[in-house]
């Protein structure tokens, strides 16, 4: 017992609210030792983040109830604690990084005076010294000119970095227990594997503990030692990662492993929750004959969209007497789509793939070249045949929350487009219409007249999807539209999106980060890097024979398990 430094012993959770009340916790016991990484993992809504919270005394007082359990860090029952006592633990003893660092950083004020901050609550230091150790920090957890970033505020800086100063304000104070809560979920995956290295390598110079919380098994595979899967507010397994990841358990588990897109072969339909708990597994492979054959006949045909030698540069305009400065975040992108392609954009964050995305919809016009979609030159056309386009060419939003207006019931947010472009007699037959792409999606006839607020993450990216295909377009850009989603919510949206590109004929160009999922997707695949291509070709023969070693590190950072 003496290695333990956290326990959490039969802890059960209500959060209750006016007149409803709903059990999120049901006697979830794990433990932590020194020097431990521990994983916890599971879906959204499974109550992996509400434990973490409740060590550090961070769940709204009024609203969660403790129905049963303890909570003990080296002996001590947190669940006794005052707000004072919590005061002191929190960042001193027990420090979290949050998933969102914007969200988590302080706007106002520089990323040194952040970090100051955590060590001006808890040690007694000179502003010099406190200065010196921040400057140490920044250089522990491998930010670039830590003088500079210092003084930089989080917005001028990259996602990767806000996560750095995240991990160094944690670390600050030298605790004995890390969490980290989803701490890659919104970073590329380059960015992913350094983080994942760096929280590696602090906890074996530290020895702190760490609790690693994601929704990706394969991830918390790489980093941890013991693994907890919940699922529903339990755990419903527990082990070392080899015998969690190679001798799963339970079918939630499998799931979970095997719902992530292989990278050596390339299934007809992704396996989903679902199906492993109903035992309807479909293990039906698209052999590279197949393959072969499809592109034969497609690429045969006249290419429907044409991008040629496109640029697009921000000029920045100097203040008083310093020159503009100009930025090109497209550089001279040539390249193809044909009817009934998926074509992958892979890159990391900043590299050129929305820009050129929003080039394409003519929502951000390119600075020269062609764009051709069906042979017209849309670069050239009026306002009346841009509004045409839009009919044509439709965009799947990364975030479907912000996309959709919360006032709004969800089935009049998916009739609004079909009435913009008069479709349909009138609004009963819209409305039939809508009821129908609803279903299609595989949400329900009731769902018509909720609220984007009244859905999971994975639901809300069905109605952004099934408001895209309302105006039966022909061309849809899909932008990162996976990217935030649980892996098992993510094979099913990637599976209704193949399945309705079979029914409709609609064409892709399918814009991520994420190399696994784009080469399951796509047909060919376009790796861009500082606004340029770096390789263009067959998807699958990319990352067989990648020819730079850009792409061999987007490979490389793919997360494979153990």
């Given amino acids: 017992m003496n ?62 109830k403790f129905n049963s359990g303890e909570i003990k860090y080296l002996g001590d029952d947190l669940l006794a604690y005052s707000n004072t006592d919590f005061q002191s633990l929190r960042g001193n003893k027990i420090a979290m990084i949050f998933q969102e660092p914007m969200t988590s950083l302080n706007p106002s004020l520089t990323c040194g005076e ?20 921040v400057l140490t920090l920044f250089e522990k957890v491998k930010l670039p000119n830590p003088e500079e970033i210092y003084c930089k505020y989080p917005h001028q800086i990259s996602g990767g970095q806000k996560q750095r100063v995240m991990i160094a304000m944690a670390i600050a104070c030298k605790p004995d227990v890390l969490i980290a809560d989803e701490p890659t979920t919104a970073l590329d995956v380059t960015v992913q594997k350094e983080i994942i290295a760096l929280l590696k390598s602090i906890q074996v110079d530290t020895k702190m503990s760490i609790i690693f919380i994601s929704h990706d098994l394969a991830l918390v595979s790489e980093i941890s030692d013991t693994i907890v899967v919940m699922y529903k507010g339990e755990i419903i397994e527990k082990g070392s990662v080899s015998e969690v990841f190679n001798n799963p358990k339970k079918e939630y588990t499998k799931a979970l492993i095997n719902s992530r897109p292989s990278v050596n072969e390339r299934l007809k339909v992704l396996p989903t929750i679902q199906d492993y708990l109903n035992e309807t597994i479909s293990n039906t492979v698209v052999s590279s004959t197949e393959r072969d054959e499809a592109h034969r006949k497609m690429y045969n045909k006249i290419p429907l969209l044409q991008v040629v030698n496109v640029d697009k540069e921000y000029v920045t305009k100097g203040f008083l007497l310093s020159k503009d400065t100009s930025f090109k975040a497209v550089n001279n992108v040539s390249f193809n789509l ?29 600075t020269s070249g062609e ?30 929350y912000s996309s959709l207006n919360p006032r ?51 639901q809300r990216q069905r109605i952004g999807i099934a408001r895209t295909i309302a105006v039966n377009p022909k061309l849809i850009i899909c932008d990162e539209s996976v990217s935030a989603l649980d892996i098992s919510v993510q094979a099913q ?29 796509s047909d060919q695949l376009v790796v861009m890097n500082k606004g340029r291509i770096e390789e263009i070709g067959e998807a699958d023969s990319i990352y067989a024979n990648p020819k730079t070693e850009y792409t061999q590190s987007l490979i490389n950072a793919i997360p494979k398990g153990i």
Avoid: W
């Fill in 3 to 64: 290695d333990i430094i956290l326990e959490v012993n039969n802890l059960s959770i209500t959060f209750e609210s006016y007149q409803t009340s709903n059990q999120v916790l049901f006697d979830v016991s794990y433990q932590l030792k020194k020097n431990e990484i521990l994983g916890i993992v599971g879906e959204s809504g499974s109550g992996k983040s509400v434990s973490s919270l409740a060590i550090l005394g961070l769940l709204p007082k009024k609203q969660a």
């Fill in 338 to 366: 044909y009817e009934g392609e998926t074509l992958g954009l892979v890159g990391e964050s900043g590299c050129g793939k929305s820009t050129l995305g929003n080039a394409i919809l003519q929502l951000d016009k390119a």
């Fill in 408 to 458: 709004i019931p969800v089935g009049k947010a998916i009739m609004e487009p079909m009435k913009v472009h008069k479709l349909y007699k009138n609004d009963k037959e819209r409305k039939q219409k809508t009821i129908e792409l609803l279903e299609r999606v595989g949400l329900l006839e009731e769902h018509f007249y909720r609220y984007p607020h009244e859905f999971s993450g994975g």
């Fill in 493 to 521: 949206v990637l599976n209704l999106l193949n399945e309705l590109k079979d029914k409709f004929g609609f064409s892709y160009i399918f814009i991520s980060h994420d190399l696994a999922v784009v080469k399951y997707m």
């Fill in 114 to 133: 952040q970090v100051i901050e955590v060590l001006e609550r808890h040690l007694k230091l000179s502003a010099k010294e406190a200065k010196l150790e």
């Fill in 371 to 400: 764009i051709f979609y069906k042979g017209i030159d849309v670069t050239k056309i009026s306002k009346s045949e841009l509004r045409l386009l839009r009919k044509e060419i439709q965009l799947i939003f990364q975030d479907p």
